[in-house]
């Protein structure tokens, strides 16, 4: 262990004690807070003889329940007790990712793991802070009210994600990208239309999706097709851009070797440049993968039927609905995430040979 990670160790065992220590009068009824100050002294042991990162996994998970249990009766000790499972998390998680970063761990999914325990800590403090303070459901709710109104909603929350997702986010995603990596190719075919067109598409990126909804609302109506256009523009440019770069990433070593084998343009682009230019092709998938939702939301506050992500966000903001704002955050969030992280599975896939992949970073 580090000098910093000892630091960190010593805290979180002395924030546990004593938390502990202000509840022994009502032993009884703090149980586990007990319990889990007990623990977090006996890990000041590792000062002595080293305890595994495991052990700080084990103690997180111990303060976690420790915090849930406590929250029915908010008392000095809760915030004592968060602040040791955040010190504990924070240990564990550092120590997993030194571990994998210097080869020593090899578990499958580790990388996964150490995502997972940040996320559910951030969740936990913000649980535990919410409810702890009283703070009004109107202002912020807790994650727990959150996940209860996805529970209870999943007819609105499914028929929003249709309506933005489905029809509005994918149609466009496709036509944008397609139709930039079409233009691409063009550009690079063309002096002419590299000199032209490329100017041109970087003054329509600067365009804002505020200006450019509202013209699409009228031009193609209040469905999704006017948002599909939005995303349309939207990720038009980064497609173009990385694409063109792309295709001029290849060496010029390689390209005399083609023109050696008498290749024309379309072998040396299919055989050479194009798979030279697949991560940059990836990476302006990604972005646009997150530009795409992002948009569709924002167009949807200018216009739609009574249905859609954005829609929901606007009405149930003026109810002072948030429990229900954040469900559509929150649905949006995973469907944004999940489609990124496809994508980079594709990239895994087709780019095996790319040194970012071979070393397990896509």
Request: hydrophobic share 60%.
């Amino acid at each position: 262990m580090s000098t910093w990670q000892r630091l960190l160790a010593v805290l979180a065992g002395a924030a546990a004690a004593l938390a502990a220590v202000f509840v022994i009068p009502a032993a009884s009824t703090h149980v586990w807070l007990i319990v889990f100050g007990i623990a977090g002294l006996l890990s000041l042991l590792r000062l002595v003889r080293p305890l595994g990162y495991w052990a700080d996994g084990a103690l997180m998970v111990l303060g976690a329940i420790t915090l849930i249990a406590a929250l029915n009766e908010v008392v000095p000790s809760l915030w004592l007790a968060l602040l040791a499972t955040w010190l504990f998390a924070w240990l564990f998680v550092d120590r997993m990712a030194n571990a994998l970063a210097a080869g020593e761990d090899r578990l499958p999914g580790a990388g996964l793991l150490v995502a997972l325990v940040f996320g559910a800590t951030l969740l936990l403090i913000w649980e535990v802070a919410v409810r702890g303070l009283g703070i009004p459901q109107v202002l912020l709710p807790s994650p727990s009210q959150i996940f209860t109104r996805i529970v209870n909603s999943p007819a609105t929350l499914w028929a929003d994600f249709v309506q933005t997702f489905v029809k509005s986010v994918l149609s466009g995603y496709a036509m944008g990208c397609i139709a930039g990596f079409v233009i691409a190719i063009l550009v690079d075919m063309s002096p002419f239309l590299k000199r032209g067109l490329l100017p041109i598409g970087n003054f329509a990126s600067a365009l804002p999706i505020i200006g450019i909804a509202p013209i699409m609302v009228m031009w193609f109506g209040f469905d999704w097709q006017s948002k599909a256009a939005v995303i349309v523009c939207i990720t038009f440019f980064p497609m173009l851009v990385n694409t063109v770069a792309g295709l001029n990433a290849a060496g010029r070593m390689e390209r005399d070797m083609m023109r050696t084998y008498a290749a024309g343009y379309w072998q040396t682009l299919f055989k050479l440049r194009l798979p030279a230019a697949a991560p940059f092709i990836f990476n302006a998938l990604k972005i646009n993968s997150t530009l795409a939702l992002i948009g569709a939301i924002v167009a949807e506050f200018f216009g739609t039927p009574i249905v859609g992500m954005g829609f929901r966000i606007a009405t149930e903001v003026g109810r002072l609905n948030a429990d229900m704002v954040w469900a559509e955050v929150a649905v949006a969030a995973v469907a944004g995430s999940a489609s990124y992280g496809l994508i980079v599975l594709v990239e895994r896939a087709v780019t095996f040979w790319h040194p970012s992949v071979r070393g397990g970073r896509a």
